[in-house]
């Protein structure tokens, strides 16, 4: 059967019966996928730059000002700017005005997502390591070496 002009890409023959079975097996695949954090992800890809891994460092200490990041760091002050924006985007930094000058700190928020995830990570990792090592049969001898036998004559 041919396409019609601007049908939808699921319509074949069969018409509404064979479109409710896909309508229903993309619900199950939607349902069985975990839902992705989007400033989760853009946190991540942010905090991937070197520079930007080195702001974020510097800001931990507290609130600063572009000026001031930029004396630490081997780049210019709109260098900086727009490393701070892209952490910004990414949920990872905020600002605020004091006076005629902008300071920059942590967004207590973002970094409360990396940590969650981190965390997570590290928990079903350790849990995995846990569950290997007790379902590991043990060795004989030490270091799975057998006693007795010597290869030397």
Same mark, same amino acid.
């Given at each position: 059967?041919?396409?019609?002009?601007?049908?939808?890409?699921?319509?074949?023959?069969?018409?509404?019966?064979?479109?409710?079975?896909?309508?229903?097996?993309?619900?199950?695949?939607?349902?069985?996928?975990?839902?992705?954090?989007?400033?989760?992800q853009a946190g991540l890809d942010a905090l991937g730059d070197a520079?930007?891994? #080195?702001?974020?460092?510097?800001?931990?200490?507290? +609130?600063?000002?572009?000026?001031?990041?930029?004396? /630490?760091?081997?780049? *210019? $002050?709109?260098?900086?700017?727009?490393?701070?924006?892209?952490l910004k985007d990414a949920g990872l930094v905020t600002d605020m005005?004091?006076?005629?000058?902008?300071?920059?700190?942590?967004?207590?928020?973002?970094?409360?997502?990396?940590?969650?995830?981190?965390?997570?990570?590290?928990?079903?990792?350790?849990? #995995?390591?846990?569950?290997?090592?007790?379902?590991? +049969?043990?060795?004989?001898?030490?270091?799975?070496? /057998?006693?007795?036998? *010597? $290869?030397?004559?």
């Open positions: 059967m041919a396409k019609r002009r601007g049908a939808a890409p699921f319509e074949t023959e069969g018409g509404s019966e064979n479109r409710q079975k896909i309508l229903d097996a993309g619900a199950l695949v939607r349902g069985s996928l975990r839902l992705v954090d989007a400033y989760l520079t930007r891994m #080195a702001i974020f460092q510097r800001l931990a200490d507290g +609130p600063i000002a572009v000026n001031e990041l930029a004396r /630490h760091l081997p780049v *210019s $002050r709109p260098a900086v700017s727009q490393h701070l924006k892209v005005k004091e006076g005629t000058r902008r300071l920059y700190q942590l967004d207590p928020e973002g970094v409360a997502r990396l940590r969650a995830h981190f965390d997570q990570m590290w928990t079903k990792a350790m849990s #995995a390591f846990k569950n290997a090592v007790e379902t590991t +049969p043990p060795t004989g001898g030490k270091h799975g070496k /057998h006693r007795g036998s *010597s $290869r030397r004559s």
